[in-house]
């Protein structure tokens, strides 16, 4: 393998002994490790001539001062401006694919595997687009002035990549090519929208990133720009050399000190996967009139004759220009204000970006504490040359080492991620109950295995505690509500030995309109940072318009009710508290058999609502459950006639079954539920798959 292709990959070297029976019984074994860093040296000569030909022994580094073993030098050449391609690599010459066929769906950056030299001599330019941060006609002109440089101004040693924040995760929409034709069809794309269904209209463009309540999760809109940025940065990293990174935003208002913490977490990244961040102001050159335009109402006070409104006016728009300056020059790019030709950003970026050499070594400061390893470059021999390289870095951290912004962000980072952390095991069950004409409490139990959590000693009792974060999208992208959450689980010696065979459960709630969502929730142990992902789509139907069948809620089935004061379920809801968690009856809770396998000793509890939006009194109903054997009905319980017990607010009228399944042999059945209306002669049938355990 070439030294080359050695400055990609992160080497861990364990020292072992060769038999540990060998080893006397009370001698230790130590291990160490060692972490392989490269530097991208960029070395000219007082004309600004990149000087070739230098090794090794050239170079002397140091890392806080210690003198560090250079492992490999690779010189990667680079072709000025207007120069010809690197032999071998002329795009015009390669084969390349209809024009109509779309680019393959992508969740990472392709890594080269070894031997393969893709991106040697190349150029790596990304194009980064936040729809979400851009009104549409800076969308439109950012996307057609790199659709211009694609067309027009792109290099032979050219590699570019399209990264697009959309509907909340961070999507790669084209990996490095030089292919103009499938650049060209990403980016009308993103012009045009998507036609994920086919029917020959492109879908409605992503809408907003993050939902627009006052909910915890949703407190810095910009903090979540950023944490996309860092997430895509770091989707870099393994991708050796240099890279640039052109980031296309309408501004960016840093707003208090928790905004500050990401910038300096995304220019961390940004730094340690040599990555440069050029960032491109999407308005162009603007000329505001002095007392606002069109789009807002005419301002009152002196301020408007004294000249004072048009100069906060001024200042406001500088300093949003501000943070996309600090991005670009903490990390060794450029920023392009108030031009309206956006792709001369691209081009700039690109001409920035000269030959330089992949110095890499292995650091010998190993502790995984997040601090600033300063370095040091300079040439031996008495040669002089201009240098410009990275002045440090900041180490990995170890999750035991995170800070609590540290913590928040690897939750946010995973929430963003299209490829999903799925460390722990989860499952989900959301289930629907009509509230009033038009909103739906939507209940959601997340279960994970007991044996999943890190249990922890801590002032003297054991404890876990799990970390929740999830995002509720409409059908459009558009987030519609959110939960940050805490699960503290306190346990005894009893409950804590229980964890090894008994499930911990997670309960939150949403109030919904009737339509089509999506629901991504991770949950992460606090002690160990696993993290678990699940997402699911559902559909909240509008019963309203139900006529044909009997309108009823979805079917709750659980073989547990439990006190609302249990430590191992405490419900989290995110509802007024004069709404009524219907799943509560007299003071004890329903929990919900996420995964429905009920043990034969149990009894099995059914719970729905059935709806008379019409009705002052209550209609008469009758309802029973069966158990099925494929196409043979093994079990069914007598009838259950409900004549009372319409709530007059919700109009709903609650079913409750409870069933013995001592009598069923264990194995798999279909659960069917029917409810029956004999006055208005409707029914309504609900199937599903249970497992019965002894």
């Not at 929208?193 to 309540?213: H, K, M, S």
């Not at 990390?331 to 000269?354: H, W």
């Not at 970390?467 to 459009?476: L, P, S």
Request: aromatic share 8%; glycine share 8%; net charge neutral.
């Amino acid at each position: 393998m070439s030294a080359y292709l050695r400055g990609c990959v992160v080497i861990l070297i364990l020292l072992t002994t060769l038999h540990a029976q060998q080893q006397p019984p009370d001698k230790p074994i130590f291990r160490s490790s060692s972490l392989l860093i490269v530097e991208t040296v960029t070395v000219k000569d007082k004309e600004g001539r990149p000087i070739e030909g230098l090794s090794a022994k050239d170079f002397t580094l140091t890392e806080d001062g210690e003198p560090q073993t250079i492992s490999f030098v690779e010189f990667q050449r680079l072709p000025g401006p207007g120069a010809g391609a690197p032999a071998g690599a002329d795009p015009a010459e390669a084969p390349r694919p209809p024009a109509t066929v779309p680019p393959p769906t992508q969740t990472q950056i392709a890594v080269p595997p070894p031997g393969d030299t893709r991106y040697r001599d190349r150029r790596l330019i990304v194009l980064y687009f936040d729809p979400a941060a851009m009104p549409p006609p800076d969308q439109m002109r950012a996307y057609t002035n790199a659709l211009k440089f694609v067309d027009s101004q792109m290099g032979p040693a050219d590699l570019l990549a399209i990264i697009a924040f959309q509907r909340g995760a961070v999507r790669v929409r084209q990996d490095f090519t030089d292919n103009r034709a499938l650049l060209r069809e990403v980016l009308q794309t993103l012009i045009f929208g998507d036609d994920q269904d086919g029917d020959g209209v492109p879908d409605p463009l992503p809408g907003t990133a993050f939902g627009q309540d006052e909910g915890e999760f949703n407190i810095f809109n910009t903090d979540r720009q950023l944490a996309a940025l860092q997430t895509a940065v770091t989707m870099l990293q393994p991708v050796p050399g240099q890279k640039s990174l052109i980031y296309f935003a309408s501004g960016l208002r840093l707003n208090g000190t928790d905004n500050q913490a990401q910038l300096r977490a995304t220019v961390n990244a940004a730094v340690r996967a040599n990555v440069a961040i050029h960032t491109i102001d999407a308005r162009g050159l603007v000329a505001t009139p002095p007392l606002g335009d069109a789009t807002r109402p005419s301002p009152g006070g002196i301020g408007m004759f004294s000249g004072r409104f048009a100069d906060t006016m001024a200042t406001n728009f500088q300093r949003s220009q501000d943070s996309l300056y600090a991005l670009a020059k903490d990390t060794g790019g450029r920023a392009m204000f108030d031009y309206n030709d956006l792709s001369a950003g691209i081009v700039q970026a690109a001409e920035s970006m000269t030959s330089y050499y992949l110095v890499g070594y292995y650091s010998s400061h190993t502790a995984a504490d997040g601090r600033f390893r300063r370095v040091r470059v300079s040439l031996n021999g008495g040669l002089e040359a201009d240098l410009v390289y990275r002045q440090g870095y900041f180490g990995e951290k170890a999750y035991a080492k995170f800070t609590a912004a540290d913590k928040e962000r690897q939750l946010e980072d995973a929430l963003m991620l299209e490829d999903p952390i799925t460390d722990i095991p989860m499952a989900m069950e959301v289930n629907y109950f009509q509230l009033n004409r038009a909103q739906y409490f939507v209940p959601v139990a997340v279960k994970i295995p007991g044996s999943e959590l890190a249990l922890a000693k801590r002032g003297g009792a054991q404890r876990t505690v799990i970390d929740f974060i999830g995002i509720v999208k409409d059908d459009y992208g558009y987030t519609i509500q959110n939960v940050r959450d805490k699960l503290d689980i306190r346990l005894n010696e009893d409950t804590a030995a229980q964890l090894t065979t008994r499930p911990i459960q997670y309960e939150t709630g949403f109030t919904l309109l009737p339509g089509k969502y999506v629901l991504k929730l991770l949950a992460r142990d606090a002690e160990t940072g696993r993290i678990g992902t699940y997402q699911a789509s559902f559909t909240v139907p509008n019963l309203l318009r139900e006529e044909r069948r009997v309108p009823i809620s979805t079917i709750v089935l659980g073989s547990q009710r439990v006190p609302l004061t249990d430590s191992l379920y405490t419900v989290k809801q995110k509802i007024s508290a004069d709404d009524v968690n219907p799943l509560v009856f007299d003071g004890q809770k329903l929990i919900p058999s996420v995964t429905r396998v009920f043990s034969r000793s149990r009894e099995l509890h059914v719970f729905l609502q059935a709806y008379q939006r019409t009705a002052t009194v209550t209609q008469p109903l009758v309802a029973f459950v069966s158990f099925y054997r494929g196409q043979v009905k093994v079990f069914e319980t007598p009838p259950l006639a409900v004549s009372d017990g319409l709530d007059p607010r919700t109009k709903a009228v609650p079913l409750r079954f409870s069933l013995s399944l001592a009598e069923l042999p264990p194995g798999q059945y279909d659960c069917q539920v029917t409810v029956l209306d004999p006055t208005g002669q409707k029914a309504a049938f609900w199937q599903a798959p249970i497992v019965l355990v002894p």
